[in-house]
Nanobody
Framework: QVQLVESGGRLVQAGGSLRLSCVAS????????MGWFRQAPGKEREFLAG????????YYSDSVKGRFTISRDNVKNTVYLQMDSLKPEDTAGYYC????????????????WGRGTQVTVSS
């Protein structure tokens, strides 16, 4: 059974930084693409960043490009989201997901999801 567990979310001031982590189990982690998403109350889930199986290719939404960085450690079965220059509008639940594809990106299917970690950015 595939499990994804996110951590690292907390309350932070605007302009600050956070690093989220997502540990995966139950699937050969290094074979598959990973992604980070977020969802704020009353809003649709939003793709933020994706990374291919090896970490050589990354994808970002326009809303976070230049501020957020996705990376992965295939030895630790972990994907990270480094978030810098945080804004109050970044407040949301953040979720990692795994894709059954190796290349990833905003348009592929993601079939397993974590329960999320809450990020709150105060002004």
């Amino acid at each position: 059974q595939v499990q994804l567990v996110e951590s690292g979310g907390r309350l932070v001031q605007a302009g600050g930084s956070l690093r989220l982590s997502c540990v995966a189990s139950g699937r050969t982690f290094s074979n598959y693409a990973m992604g980070w998403f977020r969802q704020a109350p009353g809003k649709e889930r939003e793709f933020l960043a994706g990374i291919n199986w090896s970490g050589s290719v990354t994808y970002y939404s326009d809303s976070v490009k230049g501020r957020f960085t996705i990376s992965r450690d295939n030895v630790k079965n972990t994907v990270y989201l480094q978030m810098d220059s945080l804004k109050p509008e970044d407040t949301a639940g953040y979720y990692c997901a795994t894709s059954p594809t190796s290349w990833g990106g905003p348009r592929v299917v993601y079939d397993y999801w974590g329960r999320g970690t809450q990020v709150t950015v105060s002004s």
